[in-house]
């Protein structure tokens, strides 16, 4: 019980801080303490594999979408990379990697570059399209900006493919950081935090010439493609190098475990010689064909993996602690600082988590702390001087016990580090939080951000999700700085928003648990809004991967008269509320009741593919193979521990044909 309620802490911590740093734009802990928290839930889940949750912040990618640009679908999904920052984790990396493969493997070793993620298009020669990483799946298309920066060629030499895509980081050079911050402090303009953030914001800007202006730089690390020219990763850099392409020239290949040590050892120090910023390195398995048997996770490729170096610290003076309230109303402490420099950057705040880390690091205004920061804006307090605390120093802090906001007492569900407020329904940050959620792309895609939902909600028009469907274009020209233009446009995406798919909107509703993945699962389930509200406990956790905590959400959320009142507003208002009949008509059981695990590489559909195909049909995927096991379905080279597992329990192997055999019957 204690493992559960530790692994829904951590994912609910977690989702709230994905939405402070990809929404708000507003992070409030570091890079490392953020991928030590993801770290402890991974292990967790990986231990207890009954509390799997497709939903769990360990599936999500993040988003850097920006409404301004027209937004592109990566054909190649940009996902990110799993860290680590120990070399036993490095060890354990290799380790798996020489266990997987079972045959000898190179890795090649790079350093991680700190700017932001650009995907550079190529046909017949010439740079046709550049977009950024976005959600993952898709991104913002910036060409125009692009195209002003130098090391980025837009004709290549030699012999190349007639279309590949090459991908990389547009980095900001210290040099030119330091005189733009210079030039912005002459200005009495806000002055960047640090390179990473100059380039990410410059890449966004509307005007190209000032984009190039800034003199942004761009280092490629990754070519994709039906016709690349080697079968190595290594191999095509080393090609695209010849093409014209800035490929770094500290890139190295390693036999051994020894090799990447010392790569690591030479670059921790080596690094701070350079003219732009690094954070880590990046390993990945050389050979483009192991790198496919190795395959993805739903969040990053197995093949490879980032290590972060050390996070460098300081120490400053503790003034205050202020206290934020999130959608789900989770309440986060924040310490305010005495600002202090720390790894290039000015930092004035510092996430404190919970009341138990407060009570653990026993603070107390004035003390002088110990702050840490892994290149990330919001960095972690990890001590007290204790040596330097004096008689005068202030009183001890306390973790609240009433709502900053609304002035609820405060509750701590038993086994879990976060208090909330739980007045969902008159909480302002809690009510604001579940309209930005619902107006999100990966929800109802309505065009507003989080400006406009407080402008909405202090101005009284909108309360809840259903009331943006009452708006009238009156209304928003009462507002300030709204004009006919882009109050019929509000209009508009409103009324568009009623196609969005029914899963979607199952989605936006915000139900606890509920993500992207489980909505789908629900509405593949019980086919409309109806038969979700009117699901039995046992009807519930019938459905593939849906366990009892998230069914009990779902249960509580439609139990609530308020609830109930909400989802009938936005059927009334035309929101989907039925799975469409054309996505029915593509679905089947004929894996019904099935339980498939995918071994081994194949030559006619991807793991992945395979891993849809099986869902599509009314089948189970397993990473494993147990007596629940009904088939395996087998490529080359399948694993040998589970060929003689499925010996020893009698179950079948089946091949690429006969599984395809299987599903057009």
């Given amino acids: 019980m204690e493992a559960k309620e530790k692994i829904k802490a951590l994912r609910e911590t977690l989702e709230q801080h994905n939405y402070n740093y990809y929404v708000l734009s507003a992070p409030t802990i570091s890079d490392r303490e953020f991928d030590g928290l993801m770290k402890e839930l991974q292990l967790l889940e990986e231990q207890f594999p009954e509390y799997a949750d497709p939903h769990s912040p360990t599936q999500r990618v993040g988003s850097d979408l920006s409404k301004e640009f027209e937004q592109v679908v990566h054909q190649y999904p940009m996902l990110s990379l799993g860290n680590t920052y120990s070399e036993e984790e490095v060890k354990d990396f290799y380790e798996r990697i020489a266990r997987e493969l079972n045959e000898p493997f190179e890795i090649v070793a790079e350093l991680k570059y700190d700017g932001t993620s650009i995907s550079l298009i190529y046909e017949e020669g010439r740079l046709v399209r550049a977009v950024t990483r976005g959600d993952g799946?898709?991104?913002?298309?910036?060409?125009?900006?692009?195209?002003?920066?130098?090391?980025?060629?837009?004709?290549?030499?030699?012999?190349?493919?007639?279309?590949?895509?090459?991908?990389?980081?547009?980095?900001?050079?210290?040099?030119?950081?330091?005189?733009?911050?210079?030039?912005?402090e002459e200005q009495e303009e806000p002055l960047f935090a640090n390179p990473r953030n100059a380039a990410s914001g410059t890449l966004k800007q509307q005007n190209p010439a000032i984009v190039a202006a800034r003199k942004l730089?761009?280092?490629?690390?990754?070519?994709?493609?039906?016709?690349?020219?080697?079968?190595?990763?290594?191999?095509?850099?080393?090609?695209?190098?010849?093409?014209?392409?800035?490929?770094?020239?500290?890139?190295?290949?390693?036999?051994?475990?020894?090799?990447?040590?010392?790569y690591i050892a030479r670059w921790d120090v080596e690094r701070k010689k350079l003219p732009v910023?690094?954070?880590?390195?990046?390993?990945?398995?050389?050979?483009?064909?192991?790198?496919?048997?190795?395959g993805f996770t739903s969040k990053s490729p197995r093949w490879a993996i980032a290590y972060k170096f050390q996070a460098e610290r300081a120490v400053t003076r503790l003034n205050s602690v202020s206290f934020q309230v999130g959608r789900t109303g989770a309440i986060t402490p924040v310490a305010n600082?005495?600002?202090?420099?720390?790894?290039?950057?000015?930092?004035?705040?510092?996430?404190?988590?919970?009341?138990?880390?407060?009570?653990?690091?026993?603070?107390?205004?004035?003390?002088?702390?110990?702050?840490?920061?892994?290149?990330?804006?919001i960095p972690k307090i990890v001590g007290v001087d204790l040596e330097s605390r004096?008689?005068?120093?202030?009183?001890?802090?306390?973790?609240?016990?009433?709502?900053?906001?609304?002035?609820?007492?405060?509750?701590?569900?038993?086994?879990?580090?976060?208090?909330?407020?739980?007045?969902?329904?008159?909480?302002?940050?809690?009510?604001?939080?579940?309209?930005?959620?619902?107006?999100?792309?990966?929800?109802?895609?309505?065009?507003?951000?989080?400006?406009?939902?407080?402008?909405?909600y202090e101005a009284g028009y909108v309360k809840n999700?259903?009331?943006?469907?009452?708006?009238?274009?009156?209304?928003?020209?009462?507002?300030?700085?709204?004009?006919?233009?882009?109050?019929?446009?509000?209009?508009?995406?409103?009324?568009?928003?009623?196609?969005?798919?029914?899963?979607?909107?199952?989605?936006?509703l915000g139900i606890r648990y509920v993500g992207e993945t489980v909505a789908k699962r629900l509405a593949s389930a019980f086919l409309n809004m109806e038969?979700?509200?009117?699901?039995?406990?046992?009807?519930?956790?019938?459905?593939?991967?849906?366990?009892e905590r998230i069914a009990q959400s779902v249960i509580r959320y439609f139990a609530d008269e308020k609830n109930q009142q909400l989802v009938n507003r936005l059927k009334e208002y035309g929101l989907q509320m039925a799975i469409a009949e054309d996505k029915l008509a593509n679905r089947s059981e004929k894996l019904?009741?099935?339980?498939?695990?995918?071994?081994?590489?194949?030559?006619?559909?991807?793991?992945?593919?395979?891993?849809?195909?099986?869902?599509?049909?009314?089948?189970?995927?397993?990473?494993?193979?147990?007596?629940?096991?009904?088939?395996?379905?087998?490529?080359?080279?399948?694993?040998?521990?589970?060929l003689e597992k499925a010996s020893k329990l009698g179950v079948k192997i089946i091949s690429e044909d006969e599984f395809l055999n299987m599903i057009a019957e």
């Fill in 137 to 184: 799946t898709r991104g913002d298309d910036v060409t125009a900006n692009v195209k002003t920066i130098r090391s980025i060629p837009l004709k290549l030499r030699g012999e190349y493919p007639a279309t590949f895509e090459i991908r990389g980081e547009v980095l900001l050079p210290w040099a030119e950081f330091d005189r733009l911050n210079k030039e912005r």
């Fill in 531 to 547: 038969q979700l509200s009117k699901a039995s406990l046992e009807e519930l956790t019938a459905v593939d991967e849906i366990g």
């Fill in 592 to 642: 019904k009741g099935l339980t498939i695990v995918i071994s081994g590489t194949f030559s006619k559909h991807s793991r992945d593919e395979y891993k849809a195909m099986i869902e599509q049909h009314g089948g189970k995927n397993s990473g494993s193979v147990s007596s629940k096991t009904h088939y395996i379905l087998a490529g080359e080279n399948m694993g040998p521990a589970k």
């Fill in 217 to 262: 730089d761009a280092y490629l690390y990754y070519v994709l493609g039906e016709e690349l020219p080697t079968n190595t990763h290594y191999g095509n850099l080393e090609a695209a190098r010849s093409w014209g392409f800035k490929i770094p020239d500290v890139i190295s290949v390693c036999k051994s475990l020894q090799d990447i040590y010392d």
């Fill in 390 to 456: 004096s008689l005068l120093i202030g009183d001890k802090v306390r973790f609240i016990r009433t709502c900053p906001e609304c002035g609820t007492q405060l509750v701590r569900p038993e086994g879990e580090a976060a208090h909330y407020c739980p007045n969902e329904s008159g909480c302002p940050p809690q009510i604001k939080g579940k309209i930005e959620h619902f107006v999100t792309r990966k929800a109802m895609n309505i065009n507003i951000g989080p400006e406009t939902v407080e402008d909405l």
């Fill in 465 to 508: 999700t259903a009331d943006l469907y009452t708006l009238k274009v009156g209304d928003l020209l009462r507002l300030e700085r709204w004009a006919e233009k882009s109050a019929r446009n509000l209009m508009a995406s409103l009324e568009e928003s009623k196609q969005v798919p029914f899963e979607r909107v199952l989605y936006g």
């Fill in 337 to 377: 600082l005495e600002p202090v420099l720390l790894a290039g950057t000015t930092v004035k705040r510092a996430s404190l988590h919970n009341a138990d880390i407060i009570e653990g690091l026993d603070l107390h205004l004035g003390d002088n702390v110990y702050v840490e920061k892994g290149g990330e804006i």
């Fill in 277 to 294: 910023a690094t954070d880590g390195i990046v390993l990945k398995v050389n050979s483009l064909r192991q790198q496919k048997h190795l």
